[in-house]
């Protein structure tokens, strides 16, 4: 009997876990734990492999809404955005904007955590939340995400270029000449919270 009732137990949090989203208007939190990551690193004029400390994010579909501050808006990055109905690319994919905060574990709440992604729709009834991407306005920093199943946070080198000359700032070198930025990608798997 005990045997059977832990088995019932676990087979329920399955259920559980691989819920899926399958409303525009649902309102959900994820938990992302990265478990691989590597990159490289400028050193010794040469790019040198690196693995990254593994981290944990956690993110939250958010509504749009501004702070009652009208110099500042509460989702900074998604002020500016409202959230749109599906826009039908005639494939079997629905895409749709809306705003996610993305912000790792024990991190405070900031303003940049906010940003506008492109959700991936499932264009068949029952409708589910396939994907969700976000990334940068420059492209170097993004993460694609699919709740209940795998992540991939990544950047890439914004300055691949060499710096020509060092970066001071009160007048300390902050950057070395000739430094390239760091290259990363993290995979794991999300969670809803």
């Known amino acids: 009997m005990k045997k059977l009732l ?37 050193e010794n004029n040469d790019w040198a492999k690196k693995n990254w400390t593994l981290e944990r994010y956690i993110i939250t579909k958010q509504d749009y809404e501004l702070s009652s501050d009208t110099d500042e808006a509460e989702h900074f990055m998604c002020a500016y955005n409202r959230q749109g109905s599906f826009v039908n690319t005639r494939s079997s994919t629905l895409y749709m904007d809306s705003c996610y905060m993305i912000k790792k574990v024990g991190e405070e709440d900031d303003e940049l955590n906010y940003k506008t992604c492109r959700e991936a729709w499932m264009n068949e ?35 691949v270029a060499n710096i020509p000359k060092p970066v001071m700032y009160q007048e300390q070198v902050v950057v070395k000449e000739g430094v390239k930025d760091d290259m990363s990608i993290y995979v794991g798997r999300c969670s809803t919270l």
């Open 125 to 159: 009834s029952p409708y589910a939340l396939e994907k969700v991407m976000c990334k940068d306005e420059t492209d170097v920093n993004g993460i694609v995400f699919k709740p209940n199943g795998w992540f991939t946070k990544y950047h890439i080198a914004g300055q």
């Open 6 to 42: 832990i088995t019932v137990l676990i087979l329920f949090s399955c259920t559980i876990t691989n819920a899926e989203i399958t409303s525009k208007e649902e309102r959900f939190s994820l938990l992302c734990e990265a478990e691989k990551s590597t990159g490289f690193r400028w």
